[in-house]
């Protein structure tokens, strides 16, 4: 990584480094809604979990579940826990379930609707049916160096999915209210899903073709407003609602918005790292 020798580098990169970070803040009455917590998770029904898992195993062909104890309690592993695992960790815990129970040498596999849909409905990981339906294809592939990826396609050339229902995720920091509104797909959205090495945490990195739009920024020593930033990794903490949330300065924050081409150049060169809550 390329040293910002002087001091008034130092200081914008470490005010780069910070403005994408929302973690361990205090709620702040200049901030509404800060402190609120994320909205219940939806009671998944289980047994209509296992129906369209059967279903689809029918159709594909490929061993995807099993009727068995072993399996039902995998999947209460993950929508029926104490405390309960948000959505978007349930959404990413089922999708690596089936990874581990799908043979390598079915690769790639590619699932279509109304199968996945009707898995992702019935798992209620998605408050509304809007974001599944425009799901056109799910597809596990492997690449030569055996790593698993996913690839999601939509019917669309840019899907906004709200946060929060709309309202958001906020916190306080770098003397403004930070604000995360949407995630923006793009075709050819991918990730990758693994077990971290010395704990249970679950961890999806290696995103491609996702964002997070919002009101993000700093006021103080430097002004900075920005509204993309790239999700390149996120790692679910184990028994809570947060994860380590890894982003950085998405390229089209500089096609619609003017920036210094010294910010241009260090937004993007350098990610940020935070615990945080994470949900959708």
């Known amino acids: 990584m390329t040293a910002i020798k002087t001091k008034i580098n130092i200081l914008l990169v470490l005010s780069v480094c910070r403005l994408l970070s929302s973690s361990v803040l205090l709620a702040d009455e200049r901030c509404p ?103 056109t294809s799910v597809t596990l592939s492997k690449d030569r160096a055996g790593k698993t990826s996913w690839l999601v396609s939509f019917s669309d050339s840019e899907v906004r999915f709200p946060i929060n229902k709309g309202a958001g995720f906020s916190a306080w920091d770098q003397g403004m209210c930070q604000i995360a509104k949407e995630l923006v797909f793009y075709p050819g959205f991918s990730f990758s899903i693994r077990k971290a090495r010395n704990s249970a945490n679950l961890i999806v990195e290696n995103f491609d073709k996702v964002e997070i739009f919002g009101s993000f920024g700093s006021r103080g020593l430097f002004t900075i407003d920005l509204n993309y930033v790239d999700l390149e990794k996120v790692e679910f903490i184990h028994g809570t609602d947060e994860g380590r949330v890894t982003a950085r300065v998405a390229k089209r924050e500089f096609r619609e918005n003017r920036h210094s081409g010294l910010f241009k150049f260090v937004g993007t060169l350098i990610p940020n790292t935070s615990r945080q809550r994470i949900d959708w």
């Open 33 to 135: 809604g800060a402190d609120l917590s994320p909205p219940p998770v939806l009671k998944a029904d289980i047994p209509k979990i296992s129906d369209a898992l059967d279903s689809l195993q029918k159709v594909l062909d490929v061993p995807i579940w099993e009727d068995s104890d072993d399996y039902r309690q995998s999947l209460r592993n993950i929508f029926d826990t104490i405390p309960q695992k948000t959505k978007l960790e349930q959404f990413f815990q089922l999708l690596f379930l089936l990874q581990k129970k799908i043979p390598s040498q079915r690769l790639p596999l590619t699932v279509n609707p109304p199968g996945i849909t009707d898995v992702l409905l019935a798992a209620k990981v998605f408050t509304t049916p809007d974001f599944p339906k425009k799901i």
